[in-house]
């Protein structure tokens, strides 16, 4: 026990993070984020691979790479444009992309058992 004091004591804490600055133009900064967020509203909650396949599906030219579009999400979060909600099931987590104003339909990926069953 007292070695997992010292060791809780020596953890130096996660350094603070500057915010992300784009180095695109603020007009196609615009353009990128208002088809992600259109697309995220459009097909609910999304992970990042989805999100890409959707983006390549549309054809915007702004986005160079998948790498991109994370930190453009990453963007948009701190600005809190989207937000990013965690589907927890058993040992797997999934995180998802959700705008602030819809209401997650996340279903369980395992069947719930009924108690009335013997």
């Not at 993070?17 to 208002?34: G, H, Y």
Request: charged content about 25%.
């Amino acid at each position: 026990m007292f070695a997992t004091a010292i060791r809780l004591c020596a953890k130096k804490p996660k350094p603070k993070l500057k915010p992300i600055e784009l180095k695109t133009p603020p007009e196609q900064t615009q353009t990128i984020t208002r088809v992600i967020f259109d697309i995220v509203k459009e097909h609910g909650p999304l992970s990042i691979s989805d999100t890409w396949e959707h983006v390549k599906d549309v054809g915007l030219r702004g986005l160079t790479s998948k790498r991109h579009m994370k930190i453009v999400l990453r963007w948009m979060r701190e600005r809190q444009k989207l937000r990013l909600i965690c589907n927890h099931v058993g040992p797997h987590k999934q995180f998802l992309y959700t705008t602030w104003f819809t209401n997650p339909n996340m279903k369980p990926s395992r069947p719930k058992s009924d108690s009335s069953q013997p």
